[in-house]
Nanobody
Framework: QVQLVESGGGLVQAGGSLRLSCAAS????????MGWFRQAPGKEREFVAA????????YYADSRQGRFTISRDNAKNTVYLQMNSLKPEDTAVYYC????????????????WGQGTQVTVSS
């Protein structure tokens, strides 16, 4: 069982940066691949980025690669999402998720989800 708590969201101007954190409980955090997803108002939840259990491999949605960076610190049971050059269209609730299988952009593969953190980018 893994419990996930996101933090770091907030209001930022376009062009700014935010770093989201996702703290996980449980001793087996390092066994899980982790992902970030987001859901904008009126839209379906979509994939943002994922990282393997070791942090050795990452995977991004095409439109986010280059601006967003996913990383993890297994000693701190935490995964991060660094977001740079933010745009108003990045406004969404951001969720982290964990899965025991390999790295994936498919929501159906993820076993555990956090409650989300709101990111609002003003123009």
């Amino acid at each position: 069982q893994v419990q996930l708590v996101e933090s770091g969201g907030g209001l930022v101007q376009a062009g700014g940066s935010l770093r989201l954190s996702c703290a996980a409980s449980g001793r087996t955090f390092s066994s899980y691949a982790m992902g970030w997803f987001r859901q904008a108002p009126g839209k379906e939840r979509e994939f943002v980025a994922a990282i393997t259990w070791s942090g050795g491999s990452t995977y991004y949605a095409d439109s986010r690669q280059g601006r967003f960076t996913i990383s993890r610190d297994n000693a701190k049971n935490t995964v991060y999402l660094q977001m740079n050059s933010l745009k108003p269209e990045d406004t969404a609730v951001y969720y982290c998720a964990a899965q025991v299988a390999g790295i994936s952009g498919s929501q159906a593969q993820y076993d555990y989800w956090g409650q989300g953190t709101q990111v609002t980018v003003s123009s």
